[in-house]
């Protein structure tokens, strides 16, 4: 037992997969909110955007509360797809048995998240949800992936 502990530990970094579980639980959290709650918060962000863009003298009407709420989405999902790949590959190394893990965790989260809203008032799990869900957390991974790749092209010119 003790030697599946020790591999877990060189193959994981422990904080950020601390750091993954608690942002799973805000996001979880988020879902728990009833929907009169969570739209109030959305028209805020928004009204907060249209004043930040009115002051700028750009166009501020076709940034909507739907925008808001599914880049909301999109964002809270490419951070998480940041820390787990980061949690579920420890050295840096990128390889496949670490991006696989990564991607079944993040495919679980959001499936789990939407689930979630079915069970709370004036909210709804939605499977297009789901789907930009794991296109925003793929997009972290890709990043992820992408800078270890470029630091170690940096690192090794030949």
């Not at 060189?10 to 579980?21: R, Y």
């Not at 999109?74 to 496949?96: C, I, K, P």
Request: proline share 3%.
């Amino acid at each position: 037992m003790s030697n599946l502990s020790s591999q877990f530990r060189s193959k994981v970094s422990i904080p950020w997969l601390l750091l993954t579980l608690v942002f799973v639980t805000f996001i979880w959290g988020n879902s728990l909110v009833p929907g009169q709650g969570s739209g109030s918060l959305s028209l805020s962000v928004m009204e907060c955007a249209h004043e930040v863009l009115r002051s700028l003298g750009l166009p501020y009407a076709w940034l909507t509360n739907f925008i808001i709420r599914k880049t909301a989405h999109f964002t809270e999902y490419l951070l998480l797809g940041l820390f787990a790949s980061q949690a579920f590959d420890r050295a840096g190394a990128v390889s496949r048995a670490s991006l696989v893990a990564t991607a079944v965790f993040c495919a679980f989260i959001p499936s789990i998240d939407e689930t979630i809203q079915l069970f709370v008032a004036d909210r709804s799990g939605q499977v297009v949800d789901v789907l930009l869900d794991c296109c925003g957390a793929a997009t972290g991974i890709v990043f992820r992936t992408a800078w270890i790749k470029m630091r170690r092209g940096r690192n090794n010119p030949c």
